[in-house]
């Protein structure tokens, strides 16, 4: 089976721009989740998905949203942007989301804020 | 809310050393417990995990970890590490009625040859 797969690997935006990243899990997979990975703060939790409804939320302002589609594709859309929006951003996918399932992690979008 | 703490943020070892990295949580119900690691350039992987049953489990690599439900603990440990095995690593857990998992900081290992 393919893996988690995101897109684009690599952006540079300015400040107050607004940016959309996808992710598209594991063939099977529903529960999508997103995480954010800076070197001071490590992996922080952003959102999950589970069949195209946002079913646990992190600590992230507004600006911070999600979406699941039909087929499970995943994307998040971070507006206004800010410069310590600059980060790793980590998409993980698992077959339902429950606590005994394991994540499996994208290679992430590195999102430059300049 | 859940916590996991990675008491080391950076270990540097020889070649053919003996590795244990710490890794305590604050949660009071069930657990499931994870061990994830990150090569230079390269995404997250799973190290191990544990769910229920023995509480010492095996991962890839040569990697075991301990789950010892006192002391809140899980740590990862191999007895000869490589250099191949220079990598972060992250400990993380999830309670038994959320889908979200928490992590650790991270714990950044150096192997010299």
């Known amino acids: 089976k393919a893996g988690v797969t995101q897109t684009p690997r690599y952006l540079i935006k300015t400040r107050g721009q607004q940016v959309t990243l996808s992710c598209s899990p594991i063939s099977g997979h529903r529960s999508v989740s997103w995480y954010q990975q ?31 589609f039909s087929n499970s594709r995943s994307e998040m859309n971070v ?21 005994a399932d394991t994540q499996y992690f994208g290679p992430g979008t590195r999102l430059t804020v300049l | 809310a859940q916590s996991v703490s990675q008491h080391n943020h950076h270990v540097i ?33 799973l190290l191990l ?10 991962g890839i690599k040569g990697f075991e970890a301990e789950f010892i439900k006192s002391k809140f603990s899980f740590n990862l440990r191999k ?23 928490y992590f650790g900081r991270g714990t950044q290992l150096t192997v010299w040859p």
């Open chain 1, 79 to 99: 507006s206004t942007l800010e410069l310590g929006d600059s980060a790793l951003y980590l998409c993980a996918s698992s077959q339902a989301g429950g606590s």
């Open chain 2, 49 to 58: 995990k544990y769910f229920s049953g023995d509480p010492l489990v095996k």
């Open chain 2, 13 to 45: 070892l020889s070649e053919a050393a003996s590795l244990e990295l710490g890794c305590n949580y604050s949660y009071g119900g069930t657990v499931n417990l994870f061990w994830y690691v990150q090569y230079p350039g390269q995404h997250l992987q």
């Open chain 1, 38 to 68: 800076t070197p001071g703060q490590g992996l922080q939790f952003l959102f999950e998905y589970f069949s195209e409804t946002q079913r646990n939320k992190g600590n992230f302002p507004g600006r911070f949203s999600g979406r699941q």
């Open chain 2, 79 to 101: 007895p000869s590490v490589q250099w191949s095995d220079t990598a972060e690593y992250f400990c993380a857990v999830r309670g038994s009625t959320l889908g979200r998992l």
